[in-house]
Each structure stands twice: as structure tokens, then as C-alpha cells.
């Protein structure tokens, strides 16, 4: 299996600052035939399903605020928040879904208002 | 606009059949083909994918739970199922229905029901 280890934790931020969270696969997701890595972040707030925040490790879903970015490749990857809204209070996933039938996720990181 | 719903037993007895149904509304769940999933979160953890299915009935499981899973999908009434037998209390989590946003294979998750909690007690 690929393990999905993010970083950190946890992590309290500041309303307005920046967020970021970290994402680290032990192979690579990256399918060089198309060019993608398969690799997506999900927001999770209490009592409520996960939802699609960005697939292909940087395309945000319609919707989604552009204050959040997706980034990286291969092995490593990066969710940010631009500038943190007290809305955005949630756990965040990463979910690689290159490795058929082993899809997994990460360990989720608590973000809070400082 | 497309909406799935888990329903079933809230409470499985160990060593029993844990059963579940998602019902697709809005949508054919033989329009496209997606393979329907399967994921669960044990209270307070992280989310496990158990296994998706396509309209025509081809599967994929996760190898970790595949001894104790099966998915069926019966398109006449729009829904897919899910059995895990053997329960233990560490079956014990909220199970989702979810489609993912890929066609031809499973992928990222892009709807989702809202969970079902199965506890595994006698």
C-alpha cells in the first residue's frame, strides 16, 4: 500500500494568515503517460461527509474558494489556505488514487483558529 | 442534482453480517461508468476506502478487508450495497456511499452521502 503521511497534526493558525499542510506519499503518485498525479485533498468539518477541495494534486472543484491551492508532485505535496477564514476551521485529508485497488489516505490535520 | 443515501441497521452483533445500501437519486447509477464506493471512519479517525463497484457489477476491494467484503449493485432500483460478515467491535464507523469523479476506474470521491454509523455491540 502507499501511506499517506501528512504534516502536521495539528496545526492553529491566525484568521487572515496562511495555512499549509503538508502531504508525503511513500511512492510516487505521478502517471507520467498523462502527465497527472493522482492525488486529492478533502475538508471534513464535524458531523459532515468529506468534500472535494482539489483533484490531480492542484485543480480546485468548482466552488471552492480560490484561497485554497494545491500543489506539488511525485512524493510531495501542499494544501494552502491563502488567508484563513473562521468557515475553514476543519480536518483536512490527502487521498492518493493512483494505486488501483489501494486507494488510501492520509491521517487527516486538525486546523483551528489561533 | 445527484444525492446518495446509506441506509441500514445502526447496530451489527459480533461475528454477524454487517449490511448497508446506498441509494443514488438524481442520477443513473448505469449512466456513466463510475465504480460506486465504498468508505468508512472509525469515530474520531481517519477514512478507509473498503471497495467500489460499476454498473455492470465489476469490483474493486481494498486487499485489507477483501476476505469479509462484498459489493452488489442492482441498477433496476438504483442502488448499491455493501456486506461485511465477521464484524468485530473495530468495524465499528460511520460508512459512506461516495462517486467518484473518475469514469472507467475509481478515483477521487466528488459526491458523497451523508453516513451512516454501524456499531458493532451485542
Known amino acids: 500500500d502507499i501511506v499517506m503521511t501528512q504534516s502536521p497534526d495539528s496545526l492553529a493558525v491566525s484568521l487572515g494568515e496562511r495555512a499549509t499542510i503538508n502531504c508525503k506519499s511513500s511512492q510516487s503518485v505521478f502517471y507520467s503517460p498523462n502527465n497527472k498525479n493522482y492525488l486529492a485533498w478533502y475538508q471534513q468539518k464535524p458531523g459532515q461527509p468529506p468534500k472535494l477541495l482539489i483533484s490531480?494534486?492542484?485543480t480546485r472543484e468548482s466552488g471552492v474558494p480560490d484561497r485554497f491551492s494545491g500543489s506539488g508532485s511525485g512524493t510531495d505535496f501542499t494544501l494552502t489556505i491563502s488567508s484563513l477564514q473562521a468557515e475553514d476551521v476543519a480536518v483536512y485529508y490527502c487521498?492518493?488514487?493512483?494505486?488501483?485497488?489501494?486507494?488510501?489516505f492520509g491521517q487527516g490535520t486538525k486546523l483551528e483558529i489561533k | 442534482q445527484l444525492q446518495l443515501q446509506e441506509s441500514g441497521p445502526g447496530l451489527v452483533k459480533p461475528s454477524e453480517t454487517l449490511s448497508l445500501t446506498c441509494t443514488v437519486s438524481?442520477?443513473?447509477?448505469?449512466?456513466?461508468?463510475?465504480?460506486w464506493g465504498w468508505i468508512r471512519q472509525p469515530p474520531g479517525k481517519g477514512l478507509e476506502w473498503i471497495g467500489g463497484i460499476s454498473y455492470s457489477g465489476s469490483t474493486y476491494y481494498n486487499p485489507s478487508l477483501r476476505s469479509r467484503v462484498t459489493i452488489s449493485v442492482d441498477t433496476s432500483k438504483n442502488h448499491f450495497s455493501l456486506k461485511l460478515n465477521s464484524v468485530t467491535a473495530a468495524d465499528t464507523a460511520v460508512y459512506y456511499c461516495?462517486?467518484?469523479?473518475?469514469?472507467?476506474?475509481?478515483?477521487?470521491?466528488?459526491?458523497w452521502g451523508q453516513g451512516a454509523l454501524v456499531t458493532v455491540s451485542s
Open positions: 438524481g442520477g443513473s447509477i448505469s449512466s456513466s461508468n463510475y465504480y
Open positions: 487521498h492518493q488514487y493512483y494505486s488501483i485497488p489501494s486507494l488510501t
Open positions: 490531480w494534486a492542484s
Open positions: 461516495a462517486r467518484p469523479g473518475i469514469a472507467g476506474r475509481t478515483g477521487y470521491f466528488d459526491y
